[in-house]
């Protein structure tokens, strides 16, 4: 998947580039205060937070009603959710301040612009150069039904394989989650492969959380987790009916980029029946 491990730190690759993006744009913001005019340096501090705010905000606004049911998600950036549109706007607004304030240093800013957009854009492009591996051959032990399942072999639907551990905090944040939406999309398989974890402690850890799920693979080895290069804990795989990787997400998923993966998904899978 496209990932990348710094240490005992994993990044997808979306989330490194665009922090690379922005760490560029703010030293170059820097150095051309120092150089040229402070409040070039005030301006970047200000596209930074606005164009942050303004791209949490649209991407709020946009899934209104789901946020509703949790208000308090609002503040939950760990799970992702922005958008480009929203943080345009807050850029463009603090430009606008600063050509206000000071016009004749305002063409300045294109520097630090295109520098941190270069980086971002670059930064995506080696990450995502990977190769995206097809869905393994090999046969997993389900949990509660006994038996084996294939990830390759699934009768021509689309599924969403999520890899977990009961010790991992962003993976028991998100399972509720997981478990609501796979039962509220039957046309895809959800099947939660649990990495590195004997078949008591995963039946013990479901049981004291009270979640209920359908399919729950053994994979004590964490083999799933090195045939897909998951760097961490949890990675979500979206798999089209052919087992080809469709789309991944490193780290806890929110309900709104679930729902947007699975809708791309059924798109998919519809296009390639007609």
Do not use: K
Request: proline letters at 5%; glycine letters at 10%; aromatic letters at 10%.
């Amino acid at each position: 998947m496209n990932a990348l491990a710094i240490g005992p730190f994993a990044f997808s690759a979306d989330r490194f580039s665009a922090i690379g993006g922005m760490v560029v744009f703010m030293l170059a913001g820097s150095l051309l205060a120092a150089r040229i005019d402070n409040r070039l340096g005030t301006w970047t501090t200000a596209a930074a937070f606005l164009g942050i705010l303004g791209a949490r905000a649209v991407h709020v606004l946009g899934h209104a009603a789901s946020f509703w049911q949790e208000p308090w998600r609002v503040l939950a950036i760990w799970q992702g959710g922005f958008s480009w549109h929203g943080g345009l706007i807050g850029v463009l607004l603090a430009t606008v301040l600063l050509w206000r304030r000071a016009p004749h240093i305002t063409s300045w800013a294109i520097l630090p612009l295109a520098a941190g957009l270069f980086v971002w854009i670059a930064l995506g492009s080696l990450i995502n150069g990977n190769a995206s591996p097809r869905a393994p051959a090999a046969s997993y032990v389900v949990l509660d039904r006994g038996g084996t399942i294939s990830v390759a072999e699934r009768r021509g639907r689309p599924a969403v394989l999520n890899l977990w551990a009961s010790w991992c905090p962003p993976c028991r944040r998100e399972m509720p989650m997981m478990a609501d939406m796979a039962g509220s999309n039957p046309h895809v398989d959800f099947l939660f492969a649990n990495q590195g974890e004997g078949r008591d402690a995963i039946a013990a850890y479901l049981r004291q959380a009270g979640i209920d799920l359908q399919t729950v693979v053994l994979d004590p080895f964490a083999n799933l987790s090195r045939h897909y290069g998951a760097v961490g804990l949890p990675a979500t795989l979206f798999i089209n009916p052919d087992g080809t990787l469709a789309a991944s997400h490193l780290g806890e998923i929110s309900r709104e980029a679930l729902s947007e993966r699975l809708a791309a998904l059924s798109s998919s899978a519809t296009a390639s029946t007609e």
